[in-house]
């Protein structure tokens, strides 16, 4: 533990969480007065003027040789721990409200983003006295300015790399303005504090002062002993309802207080059952804090005992008076042996500190070195820089989340974190700087056929100009990537001349074939119809007859648009779907299907389709014909089986069903012929 180490600073048990609030010891001190010392407290950034004018007035508290001679059992030689309690008491006596700053809560600020610092100094605003928060604050504020400098040197170098003039560089964000708003709230409420507290503090000091003369003139009086010893009491009084004052002041003058009082009580020889009334009542009393202290010297939670010691310790300075001179050495030593064991503890506690503390260099040493592990790897494609990226975020946020370095160190592995980001950063930045130059020749590609576009987008020429911008559209998505600014914007003016162009050549085309959109609302009129379309059920041959008839009709409608074909096939599955529900032979329907769907196939300029549709006739034909032919070979394995054999029966069957669908194919087959004539 450092020698800046202070009650504030102490950490306790681990698994004690530091919102703990400061115990009550468990002594009773009883007084003949009753009211409280007050214990208020000051916070960070005390400027040496707002003391200075309580110089003066301090300076007469200064023993002479004759009262130094036996000072009380508060004066003797104390330990750096006891120094280090009494600052502390003096710190809380400057502000009754001091003694909450223990009961802020103590969380890790280093492994905080600087989103998350700025959240949390805003909390301890609303939250708490402005004076409880300083030593959060200085911490917030340094780890959101290291976090910040890093961004800020990481922008600073892009800056450059793009070409930038490093005295016009300038970085701010919403983050950084809000962590300066706090701080300027905070700074403004602080010193203002600090002013209206600073009057009443050298008035408090001046009234001790007095007190304190009082006292000494007490030895002086030549009154009736039980009048002086009223007197005396009254001022004891007036001192402990005195307020507080500056805390530079307070162990001296507490301490010339202590001397004066143990002076009035040698003074009162004359009458020594008041005196030793007195002396008895404070032993009792810190007796009872000795005990108290010995057992907190077994508590394992040190950061509770540490600042509970803290209070028996401003109990026995500011609530009781002198002892016997034959008691005050033991009683002290006593209570100075129990303090050192708890100092002892701590300092065994800060030690473990110190011990967790290297694990986390170990850690943090071991990160820095998968970062510089990472810079140096030579990946040379953009999705390779950006899974590194990923990786290094996720170690520059397992860094932070490491936990404190011992203090020696922390600046130099602080520095060879930045320099090992710095490094990964320049890196990336000369790899995104080489893409962006080859991202401007993009730009300069597209920026080309856009020009191409918005020259022959109003142009008539359909037949030369559409392979044209055909081709500028294909050569476009071959071309990389363009900087990211610019490529919503020249996407947008490719596609609307692109669109132009398209969209007045459909227009005239669509005014040219106008006949053809015409015929196919027509033929949607016409199939709805179909769709509708009742049968007599009675008369067959009448319902053959309508539905040639649509079919009739729907060939002299004519072409629709190329794209609007589709409907032809909708129609003659609905022709289709009519004649099944027709009650005839079904070799003669399919017949009539058949022909029906060779309207369709025939055109005196394509004979394609008739010519698959013969193909495709005669390969059925072929294929019945083999599984004729198969059958009647299976018929000689059944020589000496009688004819009504069952088996027999059904291959017969199976024949004479083949040799009839045959017959259906050959006339389809002689129909597809005679369209060719």
Not at 58 to 84: C, F, G, H, M, R
Not at 110 to 117: I, P, R
């Amino acid at each position: 533990m450092s020698e800046n180490d202070n009650l504030q600073d102490a950490d306790g048990k681990k698994e004690v969480e530091s919102t703990e609030t400061t115990p009550t010891p468990k002594v009773e001190i009883k007084t003949e007065i009753e009211s409280e010392i007050e214990t208020p407290e000051v916070e960070i950034e005390v400027e040496a003027e707002k003391d200075s004018e309580v110089e003066t007035e301090a300076e007469s508290i200064v023993k002479t040789e004759e009262e130094t001679e036996d000072l009380p059992e508060n004066e003797a030689p104390k330990d750096n721990l006891v120094d280090e309690i009494e600052a502390s008491n003096a710190e809380d006596a400057e502000d009754e409200s001091n003694a909450e700053r223990h009961e802020v809560e103590e969380k890790d600020y280093h492994a905080m983003t600087m989103d998350e610092l700025t959240a949390e100094f805003g909390r301890l605003l609303n939250n708490h006295k402005v004076q409880t928060i300083s030593k959060h604050v200085n911490e917030i504020k340094g780890e959101f300015n290291a976090k910040f400098s890093e961004l800020l040197d990481e922008k600073k170098e892009e800056f450059i790399e793009d070409g930038g003039n490093e005295i016009d560089f300038y970085y701010t964000n919403d983050t950084k303005k809000q962590f300066n708003s706090h701080y300027k709230t905070y700074k403004q409420t602080i010193n203002t504090y600090y002013k209206e507290r600073e009057q009443n503090l050298k008035q408090n000091l001046d009234d001790r002062l007095q007190i304190i003369e009082d006292i000494k003139g007490l030895l002086s009086v030549e009154e009736n002993m039980g009048t002086t010893y009223k007197t005396f009491k009254e001022l004891q009084e007036k001192w402990r309802n005195a307020g507080p004052i500056p805390r530079d002041k307070y162990n001296t003058a507490w301490n010339t207080y202590h001397h004066h009082v143990e002076r009035f009580y040698d003074f009162l020889h004359l009458n020594n059952d008041l005196r030793d009334m007195d002396f008895k009542h404070n032993y009792d009393q810190k007796l009872k804090i000795i005990e108290r202290a010995e057992e907190l010297a077994e508590d394992e939670n040190t950061n509770r005992s540490f600042r509970e010691l803290q209070v028996l310790h401003k109990l026995w300075k500011e609530e009781l008076g002198p002892v016997g001179k034959e008691h005050r050495e033991v009683i002290w030593e006593r209570f100075s042996n129990a303090t050192k064991l708890i100092h002892d503890k701590r300092q065994a506690y800060y030690a473990d500190m110190d011990k967790a503390h290297e694990k986390n260099l170990e850690r943090k040493e071991e990160i820095i070195a998968k970062i510089t592990a990472v810079a140096e790897d030579k990946g040379n494609s953009h999705s390779a820089w950006q899974k590194k990226i990923k990786e290094i975020e996720a170690l520059r946020d397992a860094f932070f989340k490491a936990g404190k370095v011992p203090l020696k160190v922390n600046e130099s592995t602080w520095a060879k974190f930045k320099a090992a980001v710095r490094t990964f950063n320049r890196g990336k930045n000369n790899f995104y700087k080489e893409l962006k130059k080859d991202q401007y020749d993009n730009l300069k590609k597209k920026k080309d056929l856009i020009q191409i576009a918005e020259d022959n987008k109003d142009s008539d020429d359909f037949a030369t100009v559409t392979p044209l911008m055909k081709k500028i559209q294909n050569e476009w998505k071959k071309i990389g990537h363009v900087p990211r600014r610019d490529s919503d914007k020249i996407w947008k003016q490719f596609k609307g001349a692109c669109n132009h162009y398209f969209d007045k050549m459909h227009a005239e085309r669509k005014a040219q074939d106008q006949h053809l959109y015409d015929a196919f609302d027509k033929k949607v009129k016409l199939l709805d119809g179909l769709k509708t379309l009742e049968f007599t059920e009675e008369d067959p041959k009448a319902d053959i007859k309508v539905l040639q008839d649509k079919i009739a009709e729907w060939k002299e409608i004519g072409y629709v648009p190329q794209n609007k074909r589709y409907i032809d096939g909708k129609f003659y599955k609905a022709i289709d779907d009519a004649f099944d529900k027709l009650k005839m032979d079904k070799s003669k329907l399919e017949m009539i299907k058949f022909e029906s769907k060779l309207e369709n196939l025939a055109d005196s300029d394509d004979t394609r389709l008739l010519d698959n549709e013969q193909n495709f006739i005669r390969k059925r034909i072929s294929d019945i014909k083999s599984e004729i032919n198969q059958l009647e070979n299976n018929l000689q394995f059944f020589s000496n089986v009688k004819s009504d054999n069952p088996l027999v029966k059904d291959v017969h069957k199976n024949i004479a069903n083949h040799k009839k669908e045959l017959d259906t194919w050959k006339a389809k087959l002689s129909k597809v012929r005679g369209m060719y004539s």
